[in-house]
């Protein structure tokens, strides 16, 4: 199993950015997949999970500026970033299903002007 | 949002020692299909998290056995039963049985 983010980068206010997440070793449209954040020097924030059927789910901090996708045939996970403030700097990871056995490396994430 | 609160916030240990850490929730996590969905993980330095123990008490394939979950309900607890050096970094329970997901603020391991 293999999860690789990429799509990160520096940012300026207001703007958006698009992180995709590769998937490989295993039947990727079978799991539900989250994106969880880092910010430097804190814990965990999970951020949105789109389930095998594509149900969504977003925290409130990021509910109507973020959407989570994903692409079956590409076996690749998405979070689109929009209005991104400075608050939304941070690491941002993609896990694998309800008990979050597998992650990528992570993808910085920088918002400032 | 179910709120996770994990103690302590800090752990100092010696190699060899037993130490607990504990995951209280503001909700039951006793899903309407019975399982308890509950789990913790451990972030080193530098290291994106990997899970330990799944579903309270399962240990994840090739964690060490040294390392045991517990609990119902609200109330849950990770063991460590003999510290090793690879065990330092951060502590993380996370919920999964009610959305949105929550994680516990972590618990740092350090070498007393």
């Known amino acids: 199993v293999q999860l690789v983010e990429s799509g990160g980068g520096l940012v300026q206010p207001g703007k958006s950015l698009k992180l995709s997440c590769s998937a490989s070793?295993?039947?990727?449209?079978?799991?539900?997949m989250h994106w969880i954040r880092q910010a430097p020097g804190k814990g965990l924030d999970w951020v949105a999970y789109?389930?095998?059927?594509?149900?969504?789910v977003y925290a409130d901090a990021v509910k109507g500026r973020f959407t989570i996708s994903r692409d079956n045939a590409k076996n690749t996970l998405y979070l689109q970033l929009n209005s991104l403030k400075s608050e939304d700097t941070a690491i941002y990871y993609c896990?694998?299903?309800?008990?979050?056995?597998?992650w990528g490396q992570g993808v910085m994430v920088t918002v400032s002007s | 949002d179910v709120v996770l609160t994990q103690t302590p916030p800090t752990l100092s240990a010696t190699i060899g020692q037993s130490v607990s850490i504990s995951c209280r929730s503001s909700?039951?996590?006793?899903?309407?299909?019975?399982?308890?969905?509950l789990n913790w993980l451990l972030q080193r330095p530098g290291q994106p998290p990997q899970l330990l123990i799944y579903?309270?008490?399962r240990l994840e394939s090739g964690v060490p056995n040294r390392f045991s979950g517990s609990g119902s309900g609200t109330d849950f607890t990770l063991k460590i039963s003999g510290v090793e050096a690879e065990d330092l970094g951060v502590y993380y329970c996370v919920q999964s049985t009610h959305a949105p997901n929550t994680f516990g603020a972590g618990t740092k391991l350090e070498l007393k």
């Open positions: 789109i389930s095998s059927s594509s149900g969504t």
């Open positions: 896990a694998r299903g309800y008990n979050y056995g597998y």
């Open positions: 579903l309270v008490s």
């Open positions: 909700q039951s996590l006793l899903h309407s299909n019975g399982n308890t969905y």
């Open positions: 070793g295993f039947t990727f449209s079978s799991y539900g």
